[in-house]
Antibody, heavy 120, light 106 residues
Framework: QVQLVQSGAEVKKPGASVTVSCKTS????????MHWVRQAPGQGLEWMGI????????TYAQKFLGRVTMTRDTSTSTVYMELSSLRSEDTAMYYCARQSTVGGGTFDHWGQGTLVIVSS | DIQMTQSPSTLSASVGDRVTITCRASQSISSWLAWYQQKPGKAPKLLIY???SLESGVPSRFSGSESGTEFTLTISSLQPDDFATYYC?????????FGQGTKLEI
């Protein structure tokens, strides 16, 4: 079955960077785009960007341009999201989400989430 | 960016009720609208895509409809497992914006 398993929680100081990983299994890694979505405590969902695991091309939300980098490792079927220059407002749960082929730009499988806390 | 406005933000209902949640797009998104259910501490779950198509495995009491830029999620007969927060999402453009959510509570 399809599984997206994310790395564990992180606590970072303002100004630092964080990298969250999302290891996939149960499907052909290069056949499905992967997205990153975050959710601040008690808040809604915010799309961050997309990576094509086949060629590595990316598109980022305007809000995160210059601060986010998404990469992939096809040998381990893992995608990564690095967010730099962290500030307190980046405290959130970060999810990887696989794009559906049936539903277009919808997300049919999600990781369990990685909590990132930014605090001095 | 396309804005998605959900209403209501909170909805109180009882088991067996028929409930409707609305999402309005700031511009045309054709039928590129999805609905998700999220329970506390869990990742969202896809319910509906392309405005009215039911995701595999989702109970048939969930349905979606559209009228212009207004979209509706209907739960025909609420079950205890349905009390959660619901989000709409547009995917016509590379902003993939979500609505602010509707919390369905007892």
């Amino acid at each position: 079955q399809v599984q997206l398993v994310q790395s564990g929680a992180e606590v970072k100081k303002p100004g630092a960077s964080v990298t969250v990983s999302c290891k996939t299994s149960g499907y052909t890694f290069t056949s499905y785009y992967m997205h990153w979505v975050r959710q601040a405590p008690g808040q809604g969902l915010e799309w961050m960007g997309i990576i094509n695991p086949s060629g590595g091309s990316t598109t980022y939300a305007q809000k995160f341009l210059g601060r986010v980098t998404m990469t992939r490792d096809t040998s381990t079927s893992t995608v990564y999201m690095e967010l730099s220059s962290l500030r307190s407002e980046d405290t959130a749960m970060y999810y990887c989400a696989r794009q559906s082929t049936v539903g277009g730009g919808t997300f049919d499988h999600w990781g369990q989430g990685t909590l990132v806390i930014v605090s001095s | 960016d396309i804005q998605m406005t959900q209403s209501p933000s909170t909805l109180s209902a009882s088991v067996g009720d028929r409930v409707t949640i609305t999402c309005r797009a700031s511009q045309s998104i054709s039928s590129w609208l999805a609905w998700y259910q999220q329970k506390p501490g869990k990742a969202p779950k896809l319910l509906i895509y392309k405005a009215s198509s039911l995701e595999s495995g989702v109970p048939s009491r969930f349905s979606g409809s559209e009228s212009g830029t207004e979209f509706t999620l209907t739960i025909s007969s609420l079950q205890p497992d349905d009390f959660a927060t619901y989000y709409c999402q547009q995917y016509i453009s590379y902003s993939f914006t979500f609505g602010q959510g509707t919390k369905l509570e007892i």
